[in-house]
């Protein structure tokens, strides 16, 4: 079955909300980047979150549990570099 890639973004999107003043208050931020047809979220980490020690529980305690509580169809949630 494909991916609603529409529906799963709204449900990231809305997750990303949930955290965002938490990062903010920190200093940083995150933004989606992608979503790609086998379920993996691809986020990049801004501001203070880009050097932070702590960026990969942010990641997966954080970001990846709530996407996948309102999207179990994810796989996981993974940080990428722009250049």
Do not use: Y
């Not at 529409?6 to 931020?29: H, I, S, Y």
């Not at 979150?49 to 549990?65: I, P």
Request: a negative charge; aromatic letters at 2%.
């Amino acid at each position: 079955m494909a991916l609603n890639i529409e529906r799963l973004t709204q449900k990231v999107n809305e997750a990303l909300e949930q955290l965002r003043p938490f990062l903010e208050a920190d200093g940083g931020d995150m933004e989606l980047v992608e979503i790609t047809e086998e379920g993996v979220v691809r986020v990049q980490l801004l501001g203070a979150c880009r050097d932070c020690s702590m960026s990969v529980m942010t990641l997966k305690a954080g970001l990846e549990e709530a996407v996948k509580k309102v999207a179990p169809e994810v796989v996981r949630v993974e940080a990428v570099e722009m250049v």
